[in-house]
């Protein structure tokens, strides 16, 4: 078991050495996605420290997206002006133990990884040529 789980860490240090700066970001849609899930189900079952972990690894996820905007580019600071929002929607849902708004950042969250998956297809698209994804 512990021979596995080392593999595994090894795989995702990999993971996240090798991502492009895309692949990097799309990480962290994924990984806050995880943290909301969990932070619901941790409400659900009434673990309110676990709830509140998960939220605040949600947050600083959301932290570091913010920080990696380059403000130069007019829709990053469209993009600010929504983490910031997702940020305090965060800090009330862990304040009030509101399922349904950890759902509303869920949704923009997916939006937005969803969104950045596309940007990446079409990238590779660009770069690789058509039907090509660039794999051997």
Same mark, same amino acid.
């Given at each position: 078991?512990?021979a596995?789980?080392?593999?595994?860490?090894?795989?995702?240090?990999?993971?996240?050495? %090798?991502?492009?700066?895309?692949?990097? %970001?799309? $990480?962290?849609? =994924?990984?806050?996605?995880k943290?909301?899930? /969990?932070?619901?189900?941790?409400?659900? !079952?009434k =673990? #309110?420290?676990e709830?509140? +972990? =998960?939220? #605040? /690894?949600?947050?600083?996820?959301i932290?570091?997206? $913010?920080?990696?905007? =380059?403000? @130069?580019?007019?829709?990053? /600071?469209? $993009?600010?002006?929504?983490? !910031?929002? *997702?940020?305090?929607?965060?800090v009330?849902?862990? *304040?009030?133990? @509101? #399922?349904?708004? *950890?759902? !509303?950042?869920?949704?923009?969250? +997916? !939006?937005?990884? @969803? +969104?950045?998956?596309?940007?990446?297809?079409?990238?590779?698209?660009?770069?690789?040529?058509?039907?090509?994804?660039?794999?051997?």
């Amino acid at each position: 078991m512990a021979a596995n789980l080392t593999a595994q860490n090894a795989y995702k240090q990999n993971s996240v050495t %090798t991502a492009s700066p895309g692949e990097l %970001t799309l $990480m962290l849609y =994924n990984g806050c996605l995880k943290f909301l899930h /969990k932070a619901k189900l941790a409400i659900q !079952e009434k =673990n #309110i420290q676990e709830k509140n +972990t =998960n939220l #605040i /690894k949600a947050q600083a996820i959301i932290s570091e997206l $913010m920080a990696t905007l =380059n403000m @130069d580019i007019e829709v990053s /600071k469209n $993009m600010f002006a929504l983490y !910031e929002y *997702i940020n305090h929607r965060l800090v009330e849902a862990n *304040i009030k133990n @509101d #399922i349904a708004l *950890i759902e !509303e950042v869920e949704g923009l969250v +997916t !939006e937005f990884r @969803d +969104t950045w998956k596309e940007v990446i297809r079409i990238n590779r698209q660009q770069q690789f040529g058509q039907g090509n994804t660039g794999q051997i």
